[in-house]
């Protein structure tokens, strides 16, 4: 059985489009390449200097903090002359990229720094244009449709109660007043709970004289903050002098974020030294039980995944914290933080040993939490929103082991949003979460890709026709398919020549596999083996049929171009190996034709021996593992750490084909592995009881499989060698999601994405 076997699709091909240009001249090129490197060069100065939006809101708190040596005068009075330098024109103090659904923040932003400017008796102009902005835009303080800063409405009710102690008068009707506080009062008079503690304490600037401070201080954190909070914490440094120092920088975060970003729009390869860099410091961090990373559940997941996926000796008792009755108990339970919940779905799906059963609870829990959210969420019009929903859905529907990068890249380039403004108690946003240079960056690189793959594509079509191919009735044409399959995870165009074996082998593997089920004799069988065996005989005479001549000449062709292109990767002819490959393959196949004639039963055990084998995976892994860049010694190819990744991917394979394929088979007369357990089980064994054991089959041995790709420590097979396997092992549980390999619109719609159809981005 061959993995590709899908139907056509259309070589469709659309124009590329951005504002660096998109003639195909010789000074669009140069202009092009000039946009690309000068996005490259802004992104590398970016992983040195993460920068935040500045929050007035935060701003003025920070300013209403006394001196320790004098209640009259500021603590922080450059933060103070910053509220004056920065008022804008329509009286508010607010987002730095306004936006109508952010009036809210914009109200409360504005509020909090009259309330600064008063407490210190400056700015008496700036206060009269705030105080006429929040009259006049007050309706909105009540408005469902409007996004609500964290704590709205007990940090808004407070600040007017601190307006009242400060003798300031606000020009809002008292009806006004005490609706506020009724909301107030309502949320104050909640059900108590750990997760509404943390909350009341994030939201200490809103509480003011009645909060419990000493309750507080139990959220301080080594860097002296509340929550990394800049108002909370100077709200308690206003009422607790002293004790709480000046918030220290937050770094880990938002580093593992433009890592992550970069990561996923497929520009990656263009910043590994910055990269390696912040993995470095990360683990060092991680090492010293950094509270930076371990007390907040988006950063420790994130860094989690990204650590483990490098290879990162990193154990996931680190999120031992974070079960589902934990979280429900801290702030980010309290508030339902979806981003936090969707990092430590994709962090415990990094399961690699078969003791980590809290990563299998974390799937569980934050599964069923988003997908309630996501059944729940009514539609929105503000874009951060929309995003978020999006990656939930994405997260859910892709696994990352059923996640090919090109796809990857594609939807996450698609979904991009150079505008992305985040919510907290205010608004905020940075360059490294929303920056057209990534977007720049990552339509170029990805459309340069595809032009490439667009032409090697066309270079296979021409050698299907030179090698008549397309001549044999009862093959299945699949060239789109099988290319599609190398393009979307060997990304890179330094790669053709891994891609371009992949790809034929994949094709061939097709044909061969037509021939044994469906297209050849058993004389013909014979004939092809022995030729392949003998490799140095007369074609037009040692051939039985012209089916076998076709095949055969193809074979060997192939083979010996194989073994000649690895002579400059390699610096020796691999030619020998790649003939033992595909000797493996045809013996495998006629074993199997041999039972069907025989009408024989194996056992699950022969089965599977040979079923692993006659899957196919063989010719379209391992001789490509020769074009991806480390030398291969005899020593590497025949270790039983490579055999045991081949061994794993194809088990998955073979076991995947044949759940899909069952019915089918069955209808045909043929058995597999289903079948096969079914006749070899009791009397109660049933075809969904069978299924259930040969998924959680699946499961281990993928989980296996992950776990020798990322090992380090005593392994001889190259890294670069070992991620073939695995992207081959996402290939197949795309492939089989849904239906027997490509049977799928939605796989053809695939196939144009990654090699037709360049990104077109209106952003740019």
């Not at 069923?368 to 059944?375: P, W």
């Not at 093959?475 to 891609?499: G, H, I, N, V």
């Not at 045991?644 to 044949?658: A, E, K, M, P």
Request: with cysteine; hydrophobic share 40%; glycine share 4%.
């Amino acid at each position: 059985m061959s993995l590709f076997h899908p139907h056509s699709c259309s070589n469709s091909f659309i124009s590329v489009s951005t504002d660096c240009g998109a003639n195909p001249t010789a000074d669009t090129n140069s202009s092009n390449d000039l946009c690309f490197k000068d996005s490259k060069q802004r992104i590398k100065k970016m992983f040195n200097q993460i920068e935040l939006s500045v929050s007035s809101y935060d701003t003025a708190w920070v300013a209403m903090v006394p001196s320790p040596t004098s209640h009259r005068n500021p603590c922080f009075p450059a933060c103070l002359n910053w509220l004056l330098d920065n008022q804008l024109p329509n009286g508010s103090w607010g987002p730095c990229r306004p936006h109508p659904l952010l009036i809210k923040d914009t109200l409360s932003s504005t509020l909090a720094c009259v309330l600064a400017l008063r407490r210190w008796g400056v700015g008496e102009e700036h206060m009269t244009k705030g105080l006429r902005f929040i009259e006049s835009h007050f309706g909105s303080a009540s408005d469902e449709s409007q996004l609500t800063p964290i704590g709205f409405d007990i940090i808004f009710s407070g600040m007017v109660e601190y307006a009242k102690d400060l003798n300031l008068n606000l020009p809002l009707r008292s009806t006004d007043i005490d609706a506020l506080f009724h909301k107030r009062d309502l949320q104050l008079r909640r059900e108590n709970s750990k997760g509404r503690e943390a909350y009341l304490a994030y939201v200490s600037e809103g509480i003011g004289k009645h909060q419990d401070w000493e309750m507080v201080m139990k959220y301080q954190r080594k860097n002296g903050s509340l929550f990394n909070s800049p108002s909370a914490t100077a709200a308690t440094l206003s009422h607790l002098p002293n004790s709480v120092p000046t918030l220290h920088p937050f770094h880990v975060f938002p580093r593992l974020c433009m890592v992550e970003t970069v990561e996923s729009l497929g520009i990656g390869q263009h910043f590994r030294e910055e990269i390696t860099s912040v993995l470095d410091e990360t683990y060092r961090c991680w090492l010293q039980g950094e509270e930076e990373i371990f007390l907040d559940l988006p950063t420790c997941a994130l860094a989690f995944r990204i650590l483990r996926v490098n290879g990162y000796d990193v154990s996931s008792e680190a999120l031992a914290g974070f079960a589902e009755e934990h979280f429900f108990n801290s702030l980010g339970g309290y508030l339902k933080d979806l981003d936090a919940v969707i990092e430590l779905f994709r962090a415990s799906q990094m399961i690699i040993h078969p003791n980590e059963q809290l990563l299998e609870k974390h799937i569980s829990w934050t599964s069923h939490f988003l997908k309630q959210e996501l059944s729940n969420t009514s539609k929105c019009a503000y874009k951060h929103k929309q995003n978020i929903m999006q990656k939930v859905n994405d997260a859910l529907e892709f696994p990352h082991y059923a996640s090919l990068e090109r796809l990857v890249y594609r939807r996450n380039i698609v979904n991009y949003d150079v505008d992305d403004t985040r919510m907290l108690k205010s608004s905020y946003s940075s360059l490294s979460i929303g920056n057209k240079d990534f977007l720049r960056l990552a339509v170029e690189d990805f459309n340069a890709c595809q032009s490439v793959y667009h032409e090697e594509l066309k270079q296979l079509e021409r050698w299907v026709r030179e090698k008549r191919l397309d001549k044999l009735k009862f093959a299945r044409q699949k060239l789109a398919y099988c290319y599609f399959s190398a393009a979307a995870t060997l990304c890179s165009p330094q790669l053709s020549d891994a891609r371009l074996t992949w790809a034929k082998n994949g094709v061939l593997t097709t044909v061969v596999d037509d021939f044994f089920d469906v297209g050849g004799s058993e004389d013909e069988l014979l004939n092809l083996i022995q030729l392949v065996e003998k490799h140095d005989l007369d074609v037009s005479i040692a051939c039985c049929s012209e089916e076998v001549e076709i095949i055969y000449s193809a074979l060997d062709n192939t083979i010996s171009e194989i073994g000649e292109k690895a002579i400059a990767w390699q610096g020796r002819n691999i030619k020998t190996h790649v003939s033992e490959i595909w000797l493996d393959l045809l013996r495998s196949m006629l074993q199997e034709a041999q039972w069907s004639k025989e009408k024989a039963v194996p056992t699950v055990n022969e089965y599977m021996r040979n079923g692993y084998i006659s899957f196919a995976l063989g010719p379209i892994i391992l001789p490509a593992l020769y074009f991806v860049g480390p030398r291969l010694s005899e020593a590497v190819v025949k270790s039983g750490e490579y055999s045991l990744l081949f061994r794993h991917v194809s088990t998955c394979g073979r076991l995947l084909n044949d759940i899909h394929s069952f019915k089918r088979e069955s209808m045909e007369g043929k058995l597999n592995a289903v079948s096969l357990h079914i006749i070899h089980g009791t009397n109660s064994v049933t075809e969904d009881h069978v299924n259930q054991e040969l998924k959680h089959l699946i499961e281990e041995r993928r989980r296996e499989l992950h776990r020798l790709v990322l090992q380090k420590n005593d392994s001889i097979v190259p890294r670069q060698c070992k991620e073939l396997f695995w992207k081959m092992n996402k290939v197949l549980h795309l492939f089989y999601m849904k239906d027997d390999g490509f049977t799928s619109h939605e796989m053809a719609n695939a196939v144009k994405a990654v090699i037709h159809e360049p990104i077109l981005v209106d952003q740019l």
